[in-house]
Each structure stands twice: as C-alpha cells, then as structure tokens.
C-alpha cells in the first residue's frame, strides 16, 4: 500500500512544517463521515489518501472517557434504528451489540418545582397528546394542505394544538398539563438540536426520516464503533493535530511555483509554460499549467494546515462540521464558497446540546427509579440567561446507581459552557433536592459537562432545519465544487451528518455521506469498453447471420 508521499523535490519529512506531500485523495475530518469514506475507498483498492484530523483523536462528536473504570459517552448515545441502519449492520457484524435487546422497565417520577409528583395517569395521558401533537407536525412535509395562516414553526404548531386540548380542562386542571406540554417541548429541542421548537421549520419537520427499531446502546459504548473503522487505516494515512487553515480548490489553474508547492522541478522560466495540456479526469478542454516533455502535472486543490504542512490533491472530501463552516466557510475556501451554498450553510440550524454527568459516591435514588422529571414552569426569556440557564435542565436518568445524566439545551447549555464544574454541580444538586423535596441528597463527587459550542473544531452539536430552511439547503451544503465545468470528477466534495437530507443529526446519516462522497471518486473517469467475444468467430455480423428468426 502506497502512503502519503512527499514531494518529488526529495526531503518529505512529516516533522519539517515546510514540506509538502502530494496524494490522490485528502480527507479532512477523521469523524464519522471522514472514516466511513477512507473505508470505502480501501474497499475499492484506493489507498493514495491521507486524513487530516484536527484534533489528537478520532472519532470527532464520538467520544468517551474512562474515571476510574467508569466509561462516559461525550459524544453521541445511541444507535438510532435498527433496520436499513448501517452503524447497526457494523456493530453486529463485530459483535458490539447484543442481538437481544434487553428492555429494563422505564419508571420515572414527574415532580412539580414544590416537590409534589404528578399522578401517572396524568403524565400518560398528555405524552399520548403530545404524540400526535407532534405526528401531525411531520405529516404536512408529505400532504399538500398547510398549515394555519402566520404558524410556520414546528413550536407555533404545537402550542396552538396545546392551547385546544387544554381548553377542554377546568382552569384548576390545565396548569400542571402544562406543564407536562412545556417539559415535553423543552425536551424535544435536545432531540432536535435547537434553542427552541420555535426555530425549527414546520413544512420541514418531516423531512427527517426515522429508522425502526428504537434506540440502541452498545454495551462496550459507542465510542467502540471506532474500532472497526480505523483498524484498517494503514500507518501514515491518519494525521491528527493537523487543523486545516486554508482549501485552494482552483489553485492549479492559476499556474504555481513548482518549486513551492514541492511538486518537482521549477518550469516556471522555461518555454513550455502556458503551453497546453489536456487535464486528466476532465471530459474535454485544455487548460494553461505548467509541464515537462516526459509528464503532466494535472491542478491540484492545495490544502494548508496551521502547523504549516500543505498537500496538494486530486480531490478533497471535506468533512468539516456545519457550525464551523458557518463560523469560517467564508474565508477557508479560496476562492470562498459560491453565494448559494453561503446561504444554505446560513439557513439551516446547528444546536447545541450538552450533557451533565453527576457521579455519586453511593446510591441514593430508589432502586427502581429510572428518571427524575422536572416539570418547570416555561422561561421567561427576559430573564437574564444566568438566573435561567438551569431551567432548561428537564431532567436527571440513571445511567447506573451511582451516576446521573442530565441533558441541557440552547443559549442556556452554552451559557452552562462557561462556568466551573463545581457550579454546575451545586446548582444540579438544589435542582435534585428541591424537585424531590429532599433536603439531605448528597452532592456528586464528581461533575463532568460537556463543551461542544466551546469547541473550535465543532461549535455545536447537530443539524436542524430552521425557519425558512428546507432540504434543498442540505443538497446545497453537500453539492460538491468543481475545478472547471469540464472536469468528471469534482475538486471539492462534502460529506457529515449535515451533508445527508434524511439522516441529518445522526451518526448513520454522516457515515452514508461520507461513503457516498468516496463511491463519487471510485468510479472510473471512463466506463470500461464493453467487447461481445463470440466463440468461435470474431465476426460479429456473420454469427448474426447464422441465427434462425422464424
């Protein structure tokens, strides 16, 4: 298998920021969708590649840490379906998943903020509401009827279909349903990824497609996905620490310094500069570049990193995720990004959704208890975020007997990004205490959140259709860029879990577009010749003659 190779100048040590290393193929991003293309393109024989991961790891918003033998998923959670999954397909074909699922019953307990529980009829009886509530919601991105005059947000919807069904209730009754309704909409907006549902597109809400089979979690974590996909990644190919500043996706065509880009020897001053050349992996067309009588030196999108290393490659399949291309697309591409996929980059929506670990020295929550709601009443957003941000937190599940999860959402997770874990921690623990009228709960040993809006290499979490989105804004996100109008095969493509118009927010949608992105490139510049070899005669014409038609 043939690695990253150096320039032809000689030198090429990776340790030297100044060399440069050319090679068929760049994958920037080493996630989900960075491995699941280096995969694909192995299985079809195509090794001349090399991943640049930002990051000291792999695995990008897949991501675990072990406290003292205690594993902890950062990162994503769970498998989301079972069939036509393919994160599904991989782990049971490495036996990472149990083939039976074992259902543990789900008991929770709903609380009011004066630590009176709510009967479970009741609680029942408004999740069965919200079901269909939020059914009908999907339904108008498949029916031809619209919604009502001035409501175009899955929020709007769902409050007004909330309003009705309370009015059926005694004044003295709908408070506490409502507050079921706004624990419900607080929750949906970690399953969406936003600050609210009042962001999220009603027309659009449909347009995610769910996989069935449930959520499954993997007994060894999700993080173990990670092994079968990089196991085969030769030595050299995967890079980490390697940020990239800056994508040239035209830089060959505007004729470069030889010399500087370490490709081989300086022809700049020689006679054949500007002389024309056909450009392989292009239909038609010639274009001006600099050559030699023994080779041609096809463009190359040149790709930068901060640490000073360049590559330059036939093609890159860039994986970075949406909220730093809507942090940084403008000025990482060179020339920047075309207008209309700016625009779908600015259109569609990249929430924040963070996770609150509590580890406890001992148990403390009844045995059977699986989940602690928090029934608050809804924000009131004129508040100031750090006198709220503990509002969004709608909930605490046992992860085991010793350790809590808690999700948050919103300006109020990337609020909570910003203060001491001890804060974090006293703050969750007058939550527990006050919901479960316990003042003796005892304080975690340990509090651990995560940070991915902090993170410069995510700045967020998933992807969400916005307001005024749709899913042409994620086929325009993953439209790959091309060198010139002639080329067959693009300079530029794109790949993650918002590249993907069904599964975007999800693990399998990232792996599908990463593997999508890596077929466009296996397929042969030219189809192959077809050649009918009759035995017995190579004249075609005459063995037709031999054939009876009646």
Not at 249 to 260: K, V
Not at 275 to 302: D, F, N, Q
Not at 498 to 512: D, E, M, R
């Amino acid at each position: 298998m043939s690695d990253v190779k150096a320039d032809d100048t000689g030198g090429g040590d990776c340790n030297n920021p100044s060399d440069a290393h050319t090679c068929k193929i760049v994958i920037i991003g080493a996630g989900m969708a960075g491995l699941s293309a280096a995969n694909h393109l192995l299985k079809n024989n195509i090794n001349d590649f090399v991943i640049l991961e930002a990051r000291n790891r792999v695995g990008g918003r897949i991501i675990a840490i072990t406290i003292d033998g205690r594993r902890m998923e950062l990162g994503a959670n769970w498998i989301h379906g079972i069939l036509g999954n393919p994160i599904y397909e991989l782990a049971s074909s490495h036996g990472l998943v149990n083939i039976i699922q074992e259902n543990k019953p789900h008991n929770v307990v709903a609380t009011l903020p004066d630590g009176k529980r709510v009967p479970f009829q009741i609680l029942e009886e408004i999740y069965d509401a919200y079901f269909w509530f939020f059914k009908r919601c999907e339904e108008y991105f498949l029916c031809k009827y619209l919604p009502p005059d001035g409501v175009e947000s899955v929020g709007a919807h769902l409050k007004l279909e909330i309003s009705i069904y309370l009015e059926q209730f005694p004044e003295h009754e709908r408070h506490i349903r409502n507050l079921i309704f706004n624990y419900l909409l607080t929750r949906e907006t970690c399953i969406s990824g936003c600050d609210s549902m009042d962001e999220i597109d009603l027309m659009e809400i449909g347009s995610y497609t769910e996989l069935p089979g449930g959520n499954i979690i993997l007994p060894g974590g999700y993080s173990s996905i990670l092994g079968p996909l990089t196991k085969d990644i030769p030595d050299g190919h995967l890079l980490k620490g390697h940020p990239v500043m800056s994508i040239r996706w035209r830089a060959g065509l505007e004729g470069f310094n030889t010399t500087d880009s370490g490709l081989g020897e300086d022809l700049t001053n020689k006679s054949l500069v500007n002389s024309e050349v056909h450009l392989p992996g292009c239909r038609s067309g010639h274009a001006s570049v600099v050559t030699s009588p023994s080779r041609k030196i096809r463009p190359k999108v040149e790709v930068i990193c901060k640490n000073g290393k360049k590559f330059y490659a036939d093609h890159v399949i860039c994986t970075i995720p949406l909220g730093v291309l809507k942090e940084s697309g403008k000025t990482l591409f060179d020339p920047p990004l075309p207008d209309y996929k700016l625009d779908s980059i600015n259109r569609l929506c990249f929430g924040v959704v963070d996770k609150i670990y509590l580890e406890y020295e001992r148990p403390f929550l009844n045995p059977g208890l699986s989940e602690v709601l928090c029934l608050w009443d809804p924000i009131d957003h004129k508040e100031p975020v750090s006198e709220r941000w503990f509002k969004k937190i709608y909930s605490f599940t046992k992860v085991t007997e010793t350790l809590l999860l808690a999700w948050i959402s919103g300006d109020e997770a990337k609020y909570m990004e910003t203060l001491p874990f001890d804060v974090v921690s006293e703050k969750c623990t007058e939550i527990l205490r006050q919901f479960l009228n316990d003042p003796f709960i005892p304080k975690p040993k340990r509090c651990i959140n995560t940070t991915w809006w902090s993170q410069p290499f995510t700045r967020g979490s998933y992807t969400a259709v916005g307001v005024g989105a749709s899913q042409v804004d994620i086929t325009n996100v993953s439209h790959p860029l091309y060198m010139q109008p002639t080329c067959s095969k693009p300079a530029v493509l794109f790949a993650g879990e918002h590249c993907h118009p069904s599964f975007y927010s999800t693990v399998h949608g990232a792996y599908l577009s990463g593997r999508d992105a890596a077929q466009v490139l296996c397929v042969p510049d030219t189809p192959p010749e077809v050649v009918l070899d009759v035995e017995g005669t190579a004249d075609l014409s005459s063995w037709l003659e031999g054939i009876s038609l009646t």
